[in-house]
C-alpha cells in the first residue's frame, strides 16, 4: 500500500495495459487534455476509449507545452502535453456544475522536462478557496496523479494550481465523472483517494470502460508470502449496492496463503491525524460444500470492531464501511480479517478503498456574488487581470484584486468594496453590480465609461460611497433616486475632480478641491496668524477652531499652533507637514497649509466640526451617546485611515500615537485619523521594523515596543485594539479603582463568566447586534495580544470591521439572518493572554 501511486502510474501510464471494449455514454464526464492545440481538437485515446478535448475554454491564463518525445512513446495521448503557469500566483480552471451532485475530480501531472530545464516543480492544487494536497513529482518522466471525491456547495467549481516556490505549476490532464448520489455516503465530506485495491490473478489494472465511473482499481503487486489471490469465470452479481464494482474486480479475491491465520493489511499516512474512510467490497466466489462456512471478525487498529460475525454473499458483492471516522495510530493504520470458531473456510475480501477527509474550512464567497464577479470580469475584458481567477474572497491571502471582503464563521464571504479605477473599462455600467448587495464602496473611477449613471445604484441599501469621476464619456445627469439618497447624506457621489460650471444643474457631490482654493485659503490663514502672533503662547502645543473672514469670504478652519521653544514640538511639526504633504486619504486629516513665520509655527487642517471621539463617546458633544452603528463606522473609517497609512504609503508610516482623542469627526460624523507628529517611516533597507525612542500615549503604548523599542505597523494595531475596547465599554483606559486597571485586563476579567453585557456601554441599553459585539470584541483581544507577531495587520482589521458594520445595518432594517447569543464561554488561557474561546 505504501507504493500504491507509483505502481498505479506505471500501470496507467503504459499502453495495452486497459482492454479495449467498446464505448459507454460519457456524457457525465468532463475529460480535460491540458495544453492540447489546437483548441478546438478532439481524440480518443485508443486503451480507454476515452475522448480528451482541449482545457482551452475553462481557463484564462497559462502557456501550453509539449514533453520530450522520447517519453511519449509509453503514454497515454492525454499526457503528451501540458499547461504551465509561470505567471500568477494562483490559476484557476472553472467550470459551471450543478449544486450538491458528487464528482470524482482527477488531476495527472508528468513533468517529461518541457521546459528543458530538468529541474522537478512542487506546488499546490486546490479544490475551490481550500488546499486539496501539495505535488510532488518523483522524476522527470513519473506522472504522479491526485484524485478526489467532491459534493460540490455551488454550481460552480475551481480547480486551482498555486506557486508555492520557485518553480513554475503545471497540469497535464483535469478529468471530472459525475457519481451517482448513493455512493460513498460520508455526510457531504471531501474525500481524498488514498488507495484503491483489488486481487486478480495477474497485474492488470482496470478503470473505464469495465469500471463505468472510471475509477482506477490497482492490483496488489506486494509480494507477500501472508496471502494470495482466487478467482472464478462465474458471473458475480454486483447490482445489489450502489457502488458499480467492475465485474473483473468482483471476480476476484484475497485470502490468507494460511487458512488458518487471519488476513491483515497496513497502511501508512504521512499525516498523524488522518481520517479515514474504509469502503470494503466482499463476495463469496468459491463454492462451498454444505457444511462448509466463511464467517469472520473484521477489526482495525489492533482490535477495534468493525463487524462481528461476517458472512459474504454468494456470487454476490456486498460492501461495508465504517459509519463513523477511523482514525490512524501516528500515521499507521491496520486492518485485520480473522476467521471466526465457527468458520471452515478463511476470510477473504474482493477490493477496498481507503479515503483521507480533506477538511474544508473556507467558504466559496456568496454563489450569485461570485456570478457577478465572473460577468462584470467578462463585461470589461478583465479576463487577464492576473489575479482574477477562482473564488473572488477566498482564501483572503489570493482575494481578486480590487476586492474587500467579509468574513464571518459559516457564512460565505460577501463583497464590500469593488475597486476597478484606472482599468481601461468601456461601455456602460453593468448591472451585474446590482448583485453585489452587501456593496459598500464602488470605484470606476478614470476609465472610459459612457452611457447614464444607471437608477439600480441608489437600490444599493449598503452603498455608501460610489467614484464615477475620470470617465469623460459618462453622462453627468443623476437620476432622481440617486439624487434623494445624497440629499439624505445617506450616500457620497465622486463624480468629478474639476469645479462644475455655474449652468450644470449637478446637485452636492463630493468634488476635490482646487489647488488655487487651497493657496488661497493658505494665504488667508498666514495673514490671520501673522497678525495675533503677539499672542503668548506657552511652550508645547494648542490646537483650536478658527473662523476667518475677509470680506465676503468666510472659511473654517482648524489651527494647530506650535512654538519654536519646544524642541520636540518642533520636531513634531516638521514631521507632520512632511507626512501630510504626502499623504491624502479620506479618512486622515487634511492639511490645508502651514505657516513657518519666525517665532510663530502653525499648521492649518480642515475642520472637523464635531470634534473628537473620545469626547463624542462621553457625550459632550450634544449630550448624545453614539449608537452602536456610528461606533461601528467610526472604528472602520478610522481602521481605514491608519489601514492606508501601513499599506497605502510609500514608504509605509507608522502613527505612533493611535486613540480616541486623535480620531475627529466631521460635520456628517465621518472619521478622521489626525496628529501625525509622532509618525515614523517603518520600512527602512527592507526592515519591517525601526529602533527609535519610545514615543506614544500610556495606556495606549504597545507594550512589546515599549520594552524592546522595535516600532512596527503591530504597535499602531495594539494602540487601535485599545480604542476598539472603549468604543465598546466606553471606560477609561486605565482606571486604578477597577478590579484590573488597564482596559484590557479589565475586559479579559469580567469575560470570564461569558456574559457580553458586562463590558458594552450600558448606556446602549443592548440596542446592538450581539454578534457582531462579540466578534468586535474578539477583533479587538486579538489586536492587544501581547505577541506582536499574533496580532491581525490593519487590512484584516477593516475587513473584520465591515462585517460588524453589515451585522449592525441587517438588525436595523429587521433582515438578520443568525440568532444573536447572550453569552459564551471564554477561556483564557492566563490574565495577560486574550484569546477567546468558541462561541
Wanted: hydrophobic letters at 35%; charged letters at 20%; a neutral charge.
Amino acid at each position: 500500500m505504501r507504493s500504491f501511486h507509483a505502481f498505479l502510474l506505471l500501470l496507467i501510464t503504459s499502453y495495452g495495459v486497459f482492454e479495449s471494449v467498446p464505448a459507454q455514454d460519457q456524457s457525465e464526464f468532463i475529460s480535460l487534455a491540458c495544453g492540447l492545440v489546437p483548441t478546438n481538437e478532439t481524440f480518443t485515446e485508443r486503451t480507454t476509449n476515452i475522448t480528451y478535448k482541449s482545457d482551452a475554454s475553462y481557463i484564462d491564463n497559462g502557456f501550453v507545452g509539449s514533453i520530450n518525445d522520447v517519453y511519449k512513446s509509453t503514454l497515454q495521448q492525454q499526457a503528451w502535453n501540458l499547461r504551465s503557469f509561470p505567471e500568477g500566483e494562483r490559476n484557476c480552471y472553472n467550470f459551471n456544475l450543478t449544486a450538491d451532485r458528487k464528482y470524482l475530480i482527477r488531476g495527472t501531472f508528468l513533468y517529461g522536462n518541457y521546459d528543458g530545464r530538468s529541474q522537478l516543480p512542487s506546488f499546490d492544487l486546490h479544490i475551490g478557496p481550500n488546499k486539496w494536497t501539495p505535488v510532488k513529482l518523483g522524476g522527470v518522466a513519473t506522472l504522479s496523479f491526485h484524485e478526489m471525491i467532491h459534493v460540490l456547495t455551488q454550481d460552480r467549481l475551481q480547480v486551482c494550481l498555486v506557486k508555492t516556490g520557485e518553480t513554475t505549476p503545471f497540469i497535464s490532464s483535469l478529468e471530472l465523472r459525475r457519481l451517482p448520489r448513493g455512493m460513498y455516503p460520508q455526510s457531504g465530506r471531501s474525500l481524498i483517494l488514498f488507495g484503491r485495491i483489488y486481487y486478480p490473478p495477474t497485474l492488470l489494472a482496470v478503470r473505464y470502460d469495465e469500471d463505468i465511473h472510471d475509477r482506477v482499481w490497482v492490483p496488489d503487486f506486494n509480494s507477500t508470502d501472508q496471502r494470495r489471490s482466487i478467482s472464478t469465470d462465474l458471473f458475480v452479481n454486483t447490482s445489489t449496492y450502489s457502488y458499480d464494482v467492475p465485474q473483473v474486480v468482483a471476480k476476484s479475491a484475497c485470502v490468507p496463503a494460511n487458512d488458518s491465520q487471519p488476513l491483515t493489511f497496513y497502511l501508512k499516512f504521512n499525516d498523524t491525524n488522518a481520517l479515514l474512510y474504509v469502503y470494503m467490497h466482499f463476495a463469496e466466489i468459491q463454492n462451498l460444500e454444505a457444511d462448509e462456512i466463511r464467517e469472520f471478525n473484521i477489526s482495525y487498529n489492533g482490535g477495534q470492531r468493525f463487524m462481528s460475525n461476517f458472512r459474504p454473499p454468494k456470487f454476490s458483492i456486498k460492501t461495508l464501511s465504517n459509519p463513523q471516522l477511523v482514525s490512524s495510530l501516528d500515521g499507521n493504520f491496520n486492518l485485520t480479517f480473522k476467521r471466526t470458531r465457527n468458520s471452515t473456510r478463511p476470510p477473504l475480501i474482493n477490493a477496498f478503498e481507503v479515503y483521507q477527509v480533506l477538511k474544508l474550512p473556507l467558504l466559496d464567497t456568496d454563489q450569485d456574488e461570485a456570478s457577478a464577479m465572473v460577468n462584470i470580469k467578462t463585461s470589461y475584458e478583465l479576463n487577464k487581470k492576473i489575479s482574477w481567477q477562482g473564488d473572488p474572497c477566498a482564501p483572503e491571502l489570493y482575494r481578486w484584486e480590487g476586492l474587500n471582503c467579509s468574513y464571518i464563521d459559516s457564512e460565505s464571504p460577501r463583497i464590500l468594496t469593488l475597486n476597478l479605477t484606472e482599468n481601461q473599462l468601456t461601455g456602460t455600467i453593468t448591472p451585474e453590480i446590482s448583485k453585489l448587495t452587501q456593496l459598500i464602496e464602488l470605484d470606476l473611477s478614470n476609465n472610459d465609461l459612457s452611457g447614464d449613471i444607471p437608477d439600480f445604484l441608489a437600490d444599493m441599501k449598503s452603498l455608501k460611497l460610489i467614484k464615477l469621476n475620470g470617465n469623460p464619456n459618462l453622462n453627468t445627469i443623476i437620476p432622481e433616486s440617486l439624487q434623494r439618497r445624497l440629499k439624505r447624506n445617506s450616500l457620497t457621489l465622486i463624480l468629478r475632480e474639476t469645479p462644475r460650471k455655474e449652468n450644470e444643474k449637478v446637485p452636492v457631490v463630493a468634488i476635490a478641491v482646487s489647488v488655487a482654493v487651497v493657496l488661497t485659503l493658505t494665504l488667508i490663514v498666514i495673514f490671520f496668524v501673522v497678525r495675533r502672533k503677539k499672542r503668548k503662547i506657552k511652550n508645547g502645543t494648542r490646537s483650536s477652531n478658527q473662523t476667518i473672514i475677509t470680506k465676503d469670504l468666510r472659511i473654517t478652519t482648524a489651527v494647530k499652533m506650535l512654538s519654536r521653544s519646544s524642541a520636540q514640538g518642533y520636531k513634531e511639526f516638521k514631521a507632520e507637514v512632511e507626512l501630510l504633504s504626502r499623504v491624502h486619504h479620506r479618512h486622515l486629516v487634511g492639511l490645508v497649509g502651514y505657516c513657518n513665520d519666525g517665532e510663530n509655527l502653525a499648521l492649518i487642517y480642515e475642520y472637523m466640526a464635531n470634534g473628537d471621539l473620545k469626547e463624542n463617546m462621553s457625550g459632550k458633544c450634544g449630550g448624545n451617546i453614539l449608537s452602536w452603528e456610528s461606533r461601528m463606522q467610526v472604528a472602520v473609517e478610522a481602521a481605514q485611515g491608519l489601514e492606508y497609512l501601513h499599506n497605502g504609503c510609500e514608504p509605509p508610516m507608522v502613527h505612533r500615537d493611535v486613540k480616541t482623542s486623535n480620531i475627529l469627526l466631521n460635520e456628517r460624523s465621518q472619521a478622521k485619523l489626525a496628529d501625525f507628529g509622532l509618525s515614523r517611516s517603518f520600512a527602512i533597507d527592507g526592515q519591517g521594523h525601526v529602533s527609535t525612542a519610545v514615543a506614544g500615549t500610556p495606556g495606549y503604548l504597545d507594550p512589546e515596543y515599549y520594552r524592546t523599542n522595535w516600532l512596527s505597523e503591530t504597535s499602531d494595531v495594539y494602540s487601535f485594539g485599545v480604542v476598539l475596547l472603549e468604543i465598546i465599554t466606553n471606560q477609561p483606559v486605565i482606571d486604578k479603582n477597577r478590579e484590573e486597571p488597564h482596559i484590557t485586563e479589565w475586559v479579559g476579567f469580567k469575560l470570564t463568566n461569558g456574559d457580553i453585557r458586562s463590558i458594552v456601554d450600558p448606556e446602549l441599553k443592548d440596542d446592538y447586534d450581539t454578534n457582531g459585539a462579540w466578534k468586535v470584541v474578539e477583533l479587538a483581544l486579538a489586536c492587544v495580544n501581547p505577541s506582536s507577531n499574533r496580532r491581525p495587520t490593519m487590512a484584516h482589521v477593516v475587513t473584520e470591521l465591515n462585517e460588524c458594520v453589515a451585522l449592525e445595518v441587517a438588525r436595523r432594517q429587521g433582515s438578520e439572518k443568525m440568532n444573536s447569543l447572550g453569552s459564551f464561554k471564554i477561556s483564557l488561557s492566563s490574565a495577560s493572554d486574550f484569546a477567546p474561546g468558541a462561541r
